[in-house]
């Protein structure tokens, strides 16, 4: 089972493991791989609280780390959000992370209505050879 550990550097943004999504959508859907990051922007449903929720899974099985990064848009640094998803070599599971409770923007009443993430992985095991994990992004 894949574990989860937040980063030091979390900020404004509270981050948990879930096991699955509450969002009624089917999310974006692409694969990451050790040498390509992916990079994006999640954006809310008007009216509801920003909150992201990405399931990532291990289905070739390698040793990996998957590392999610949620970060202001802005540029301002008002918040900042780091997890990684850690499987054992042969563990094909998958594994979530939710990012919530985003904090109110400059002006002390909108709340913040998107993010950009970069969702990266490392090869554990085999630095030298490719692998890559199913990534969904879901937005509240």
Known sequence: MASLSVGAIT???????????????????FNVGNTAPVTG????????????????????????????VVADPSGSGLFLGEASLTWPEGDTSVGWVEFSN??????????????????????????????????RVFTL
């Open 11 to 29: 900020r404004n943004v509270t981050v948990r493991s879930i096991n699955d999504t509450t969002s009624s959508g089917l999310g974006s859907g």
């Open 41 to 68: 922007r999640a954006l809310s449903t008007p009216g509801v609280p920003l909150t992201v929720q990405i399931s990532a899974e291990n289905d070739r099985g390698d040793g990996n780390t998957c590392t999610f």
């Open 102 to 135: 985003f904090p109110i923007q400059a002006d002390g009443v909108t709340p913040v209505g998107d993010c950009d993430y970069a969702i990266s992985l490392n090869h554990d095991t085999d630095v030298s050879s490719g692998t890559q994990v199913g990534v």
